[in-house]
Structures are given as C-alpha cells and as structure tokens.
C-alpha cells in the first residue's frame, strides 16, 4: 500500500521565523522518521507529502495515495487541523483520523463541551470570555481555570490559569485575548487527580486501551499542566499508568472517555482529558483527535509504551482502524 504522509515540520515553520510556542503543536523530523519507519516495517510504501500547501501542489500535479497518515496540525484559524481532512475528503483519499467536522469542533473547547454536557457526559460549567462583559457575567464562582478556547499542546497555560479571585479573571482573560487572539475559555477548577485516556478504534469497536495519571514533580508548575511542563516533561512530569480493574475513578474516567469519543465522532485513535472534582468524581475537560505520536514525547506513545504495546503496534492499529472503516482490506499490513 503506497502511504502519504501530511505532516506540519516544526523546524520549517522555525525557520521561517515563526517563535517556539507558535510552533509547539508541530512535529518534529524524529517523529516524522520514526513514524515512517513503522510504517514500512508493517510492509507499506512511504511518501513524505509535508503540509496542507504541499498536499495542494502534489493533487494539483496528479498524484495520489491508497491511503494518507495524517498528523497536521495546520498553523492558523479554528478549524486549522480540519484543512487537510477537508482537502483529502474533496478528492476520496482515505485517510487516518477524524474528519474536518471532527476536527473542527474538537479543536473549540466551549463547543465540545457543550455537544457532551448535552449528551450527559460530565463536565466543570463553564463560559466563554471575549470582552470585559462576559468575564463579570460568569455566574459561577472561583476558583476558575482559564485557557485559550482553541489551542493544543497547553499553549496559554500557566501555574496562573488557575484564579482565586473573581476579580483577577478579567486581567488573566484579557491577557490571554491579546496574545491568542482568541476567545478564552474559563471553567469551574477541579482539584482532583488529573487523568488522559487512551483510544483505539471509531465507533462501537473504539476501546480506551489505559489511562496515563499525571503526576507533576517538585519542580513542575503546581497544580497545572501547563505549556512548560509538558515541553519539558522528561523533567517535570511522572507519567503514573493506573489501572481501572482495581481503582473504581480510573474506570470511571475510561467509561466517561469513551462515551465522549463516540459521541464526538472520533476515529482511529486520540486521547481524551479528564480532571477530578474534590470528591474525586472524573469529569471530561477536552477531546484531542490528533494526539502527538513522538515515540517518548508523547502521551499517546508514553501510555502505550506502559502498557507493553510497541511504537510499531500502535501504528499498526491505527492504519488497521482506518482500513476497515473504510472498507478497505486490512491484510497487507503485518504486526
């Protein structure tokens, strides 16, 4: 099977004068050949296409893929990781992951949580902050946890996120509009243990593999996990795998995570964000259909990783979803 590879290089985008946190989402060229190594072990022809522009010009000129493994992220706009979904759709190329509506709606953390809360899947209240005047209409009470409304990788997430005070909300919000240009999003802050699960597979054959507990070290950013801990989260971050069959919240999440995925419309693999109230009750905080697949970087490897599911295997389960929801035949690859 020939593969395409659409991808956003962060060294490109680095070169081209964007700054580190404008470029954090973006891959880096280790997982772009670790991911093509695994690729061609299951037995598939790789070609490395790049971003939603190269998909363009390649289309353009007549080429085309049994299937492309996509990780862009796109660089501007709410529906930025929907461009090369989108694009593929136009031209029927199947492709691995979640459609542009997915992606779409997923990347608007008010709009997700709104489609669950609606569904019955938990989750902190919350409002959306654009002006002085939504911010003193919030009509719940601190402490708050705020955070751009549309981005990845904690982006805009500090040990300050977390307000105390309804009267140091604007200032937070209105930095954060500045620098984003962006709504913010301000929930209820949860205290509670901080969960990431797992998915493998769309629909009624999605499973949560495991859950990843974050467990922030002395050194870390308190209470958050914010855009320094995850950079550096060698350093800074324990990754506890915690199981459900003998810890009755860590089931909870993964039932909760579940139900979310499928609602949501996610496919082939991602991981959903859970946090705990005080009485230790998971509650969803937000869907990423497009998890990093860095082999030790991150969550989604890192948890597999625990779990004794090799980088390979992984990769391999990925493109086996996204075959057979698309009909098509799972048996040339191997693992």
Not at 3 to 19: H, I, Q
Not at 102 to 110: E, F, R, Y
Not at 135 to 148: I, M, R, S, T
Request: net charge negative; aromatic share 6%; charged share 25%.
């Amino acid at each position: 099977m020939n593969v395409g590879l659409t991808y956003d290089l962060r060294a490109e985008y680095l070169a081209m004068g964007y700054g580190e946190e404008e470029t954090a989402e973006f891959d880096r060229e280790e997982t772009i050949g670790e991911l093509e190594s695994a690729i061609r072990q299951l037995g598939h022809h790789t070609d490395r296409i790049g971003n939603a522009r190269r998909l363009v010009e390649r289309l353009a000129r007549g080429e085309r893929w049994d299937l492309v493994f996509n990780i862009a992220e796109g660089l501007r706009g709410a529906g930025r990781e929907a461009q090369v979904p989108a694009i593929l759709d136009l031209y029927e190329i199947p492709y691995t992951f979640s459609d542009p509506l997915v992606m779409a709606l997923t990347l608007h953390k008010g709009i997700t949580k709104r489609v669950v809360r609606d569904a019955g899947i938990p989750t902190p209240d919350f409002a959306l902050v654009s002006a002085a005047a939504d911010a003193g209409a919030v009509d719940f009470e601190p402490p708050y946890f705020v955070k751009p409304v549309a981005e990845g990788t904690s982006k805009g997430i500090t040990a300050q996120s977390i307000v105390r005070e309804r009267g140091a909300l604007w200032p937070l919000c209105a930095s954060l509009l500045e620098e984003f240009k962006q709504p913010v999003i301000v929930e209820a802050f949860l205290p509670g243990r901080e969960f990431t699960v797992g998915i493998i597979g769309t629909g009624e054959a999605a499973e949560a593999v495991g859950t990843l507990e974050m467990g922030l070290k002395s050194s870390a950013e308190n209470n958050v996990y914010s855009y320094v801990n995850k950079e550096q989260c060698e350093e800074l971050v324990e990754y506890i795998l915690v199981r459900p069959d003998c810890d009755a919240h860590v089931r909870e999440a993964e039932s909760i995570a579940l139900a979310a995925w499928r609602v949501l419309g996610c496919r082939d693999a991602g991981r959903i964000d859970l946090r705990c109230d005080e009485r230790g009750t998971p509650q969803f905080i937000e869907a990423n259909p497009l998890a990093g697949l860095h082999p030790t970087h991150s969550d989604l490897p890192i948890l597999c990783s625990k779990l004794g599911i090799s980088y390979v295997q992984l990769i391999d389960r990925i493109l086996r979803s996204a075959l057979r929801r698309t009909g098509r035949e799972v048996a040339h690859s191997r693992s």
